[in-house]
């Protein structure tokens, strides 16, 4: 045997060997509260599911090519993680009038079986089809952002807890917790009630955080989005003030039972058996992610709502980007070899706005994203609405027709009218202080639409997504 006929023989068991072993992936789905993770999960897994014989997904390659047989549900891997609740999504988009899926708080998994007949000429010699296990796998965004905390100390902590009250609106917010903090003897003996209710408190005031202010980076993320560890004592801590963090204390014994001991023990705690189980359970384990990031919403709330989404989403991006000589590069190593972005809700504005809407986007993820590139990430921005619940139509403008969207607003569910409206431009780049002056931009929430059980969920871009993140597995 030649030397070429032997290295062609070694490329083909190589392929061979390669479509042997990668039969399964996980496809982690992230983003902060309200960005649509539910829906993309819903919508994604729809698609699969009647994608073989009814299939709106000409952008997928395997698809548009016929060669995806089918896919069904199977038993998840994690009997401990709870499920994705598939079906509970689809009954509320069938129901009448249709309701959006209710979102997730914590860690679920769905797996697929994906059937297809391979490209590989090799493979179909030994084999008319192939199968995937695809395992989705959905988690908040706002857990990334404790990834931080695992460089700070407690005291530390306080003091960022405590730079970011300069603002007079977060102040105001933090009045409750922080006078119940003043009035605390920090050296003497615990009383775990108290501890509670202030930690309570502390909690409160990250909600009102997010429901008034619109802002996203929120620490610890646990608090606001708890999962499994709703009422456990591990959340029963809080920030003090600088000065009492750092007050030294006189009996180290005592120390032990004390207010500041006991909030750095549980600190310590949350670090270690929170953040870092976390990231070891879960993170290091993905081999594809998709980060969703809602941009319409942080602008209709103001331009700190939008810095913090903007901060919020880099940090998040710093999970994929430890750094060599980091603790966290020895603490963790992922596996995610491709990172999707996708801005949602592309259906809320018109469809001449969705370039302006990507480029939004990649300024909005910019910094993370060449830090993620580095690694050796591929990775890719697009716009996408997951269920689609508009239309195209025209609106008059200053005499002119222009593009619009038409849909049922969430305030119309009892009269179901349809509304024709033009939300606005949406700013190619981050918003300058005259856009804010302006106000030139209203996003209105639009009822889910009225699908049918044998139909696909309309939708812009999912098969975009499918091709990105999966298309290669295919072969």
């Known amino acids: 045997m030649n030397f070429s006929r032997l290295s062609s023989v070694k490329t083909k068991a190589d392929d061979l060997a390669k479509l042997t072993m990668d039969k399964h992936m996980r496809l982690a789905v992230t983003g902060l509260s309200g960005a649509g993770k539910t829906a993309f999960i819903t919508s994604l897994v729809n698609q699969l599911l009647l994608g073989a014989e009814n299939h709106q997904l000409p952008l997928w390659k395997l698809a548009r090519e016929h060669r995806f047989l089918g896919a069904k549900r199977t038993q998840q891997p994690h009997l401990h993680v709870a499920s994705f609740d598939y079906q509970g999504g689809m009954d509320a988009l069938q129901s009448q009038p249709p309701r959006w899926p209710s979102p997730t708080h914590g860690v679920s998994e769905i797996r697929l079986k994906l059937r297809y007949t391979p490209q590989s000429m090799l493979w179909r010699k030994l084999n008319n089809t192939a199968t995937l296990n695809l395992d989705i796998v959905d988690y908040p965004g706002e857990w990334l952002l404790d990834l931080p905390l695992l460089e700070q100390s407690y005291a530390q902590w306080c003091e960022h807890i405590e730079s970011s009250l300069q603002d007079s609106r977060k102040t105001e917010l933090a009045s409750v917790w922080q006078a119940m903090v003043q009035d605390l003897d920090i050296h003497s003996t615990a009383d775990e009630n108290r501890m509670a209710d202030i930690a309570n408190t ?147 504005v018109s469809i001449d706005q969705h370039s302006n809407l990507v480029q939004l986007l990649s300024e909005v993820v910019a910094e993370g ?107």
């Open 369 to 475: 994203k060449r830090h993620v590139k580095f690694e050796g990430i591929t990775t890719d921005t697009m716009a996408l609405a997951s269920i689609k619940a508009t239309q195209s139509g025209k609106a008059q403008l200053n005499g002119e027709s222009i593009s619009a969207i038409k849909g049922i607003l969430q305030s119309d569910v009892e009269s179901q009218q349809q509304t024709t409206l033009f939300p606005g431009e949406v700013p190619s780049q981050l918003p300058k202080q005259d856009f804010w002056q302006q106000q030139g931009f209203e996003f209105s929430p639009f009822q889910a639409p009225i699908t049918s059980p044998y139909q696909a969920l309309p939708h812009h871009r999912i098969d975009q997504a499918i091709e990105f993140l999966l298309g290669d597995k295919f072969k």
């Open 202 to 348: 502390y909690t409160d005031y990250l909600h009102q955080c997010k429901q008034q202010l619109g802002m996203h980076h929120i620490q610890p993320g646990r608090f606001v989005l708890p999962g499994e560890l709703a009422g456990a004592p591990v959340l029963a801590f809080f920030p003090l003030p600088t000065a009492l963090a750092n007050s030294p204390s006189k009996d180290k014994k005592q120390h032990k039972q004390s207010y500041l001991g006991l909030l750095e023990q549980r600190f310590e705690y949350y670090k270690e058996h929170v953040v870092k189980q976390f990231y070891q359970q879960h993170f290091i384990k993905f081999d594809r992610q998709i980060v969703l990031v809602d941009c319409l919403s942080p602008l209709n709330s103001g331009h700190d709502s939008f810095c913090d989404m903007q901060l919020a989403v880099n940090q998040i991006l710093h999970s994929f980007n430890y750094g060599k000589t980091s603790l966290l590069r020895r603490l963790f190593a992922p596996k995610i070899d491709k990172l999707l972005f996708a801005a949602t809700k592309a259906d809320h």
